[in-house]
């Protein structure tokens, strides 16, 4: 069974920091492509940043500079590190998984900045 586990989001000030981490599954993590999107009420589910197995990244360019996404292979986990928090970047952060057509999310975390 696929499994997808965040954690890390929560309630922060405008410049404030978070990290948010995503556990996967060891069958999957080390041949899938990772990333986080982030979705907020009426619009589309949006690409965040996202990370090949080779370690290539891939950021929206409205975090950009801000944000980090790594990988830790030993864990299994991939890491969003959020800093110069803005109150747009609020929203429901997930994780995804895939290869080729196969894709998997996560349930989601509660990300709120405030103003």
């Known amino acids: 069974q696929v499994q997808l586990v965040e954690s890390g989001g929560g309630l922060v000030q405008a410049g404030g920091s978070l990290r948010l981490s995503c556990a996967a599954s060891k069958r999957i993590f080390s041949i899938n492509a990772m990333g986080w999107y982030r979705q907020t009420p009426g619009k589309q589910r949006e690409l965040v940043a996202a990370?090949?197995?080779?370690?290539?990244?891939n950021y929206a360019d409205s975090v950009r500079g801000r944000f980090n996404i790594s990988r830790d292979n030993a864990k299994n986990t991939v890491y969003l590190q959020m800093n110069s928090l803005k109150p747009e970047d609020t929203g429901v952060y997930y994780c995804?998984?895939?290869?080729?057509?196969?894709?998997?999310w996560g349930q989601g975390t509660q990300v709120t900045v405030s103003s």
């Open positions: 995804k998984s895939w290869r080729l057509n196969v894709y998997y």
């Open positions: 990370i090949t197995t080779g370690g290539s990244t």
